[in-house]
C-alpha cells in the first residue's frame, strides 16, 4: 500500500524511532498520524497525540475505539531493562515481556478488525536482531523481542485472508536513548523508519536493517557453538 493519504497510529511515538517514524510519514503524506505515548503530550504540528500506555488494556481499547480509521499500525513502543533471565528480577523479565509481547499482541488484537475493515492495512512490528540471539546481560530483552518475532509471523499468516500485511523489522544497534550508554556502530532511527516504511510501500515482509541483523540471520542454521563463536568473533572484531 501507498503510505500518501494513509491513516496511522504509532506508538512509543515520543522519541528515538518512533519519532522518526511521525516525521517520515508526514513527509510522505500520510492523511493523519496518531503519535501514541504514555503520557500523551506529544505536540507535533499536524499529529493526533493519543495517551497511550500498551500494557494497559483499557487504554488500548480506548485508542481503538478512538482511531476507528486507522489503516496502518506501528507497534514500535519498548523498553530494555538490562536483566538476566537466571539471576535479574522477575517483576522485571514481567515489565519487558509485557510491553515487547503482550503489548504488540493486545494493539494487534485491537486494530486488526479495523484494518480489515479499512481495507486490509499493515502492521509494522519493530522487533530486534536480538530476537535471533542472546547476551548474558540481555535475557529477558532477547526472550521478550523472540517472542514478539514469533508474533510477527503469527499475525502474518492469521491476517493474509483480510489482506493486511505485516513486516517485521529487525536491527542491531540504533542510536536512540535506549543506546545511549552503549559505545559500538550504531544506525540512525531515521535510516531505520525509512526502511521501515519503505517496506510497507514495496511488500515486503521483514526488514534486516543493518548488517549486524543479517550477519546473526545467516547464521540461524549454524549449531549454537558455532552461531555463538561467530557472533562473539563479530562482536569482539576478531
Known sequence: MQLNNAVVLVTGANRGIGAEFVAQLKQRGASKIYAASRDGAIDV???EPIKLDITDPAQIQA????AGDV???INNAGISTGTSVVSGDVADIRREMDTNFFGPLLMTQAFAPILKANGGGAIVNVVSALSWFTLPTAGAYAASKAAAWSLTDSTRLELADQGTQVVG???????TDMTAGTDAP???PASLAAAGLDA????TDEVLGDDWAKLVKS???LTPSERYAQLFAALSGS
Do not use: C, N, R
Open 186 to 188: 550504531k544506525i540512525s
Open 169 to 175: 523489522v529487525h536491527m542491531g544497534l540504533v542510536d
Open 45 to 47: 504540528d499536524g499529529v
Open 71 to 73: 489503516q496502518v499500525l
Open 63 to 66: 485508542a481503538a475505539a478512538a
Open 200 to 203: 510497507i510501500e514495496s511488500g
Open 219 to 221: 547464521g540461524l542454521t
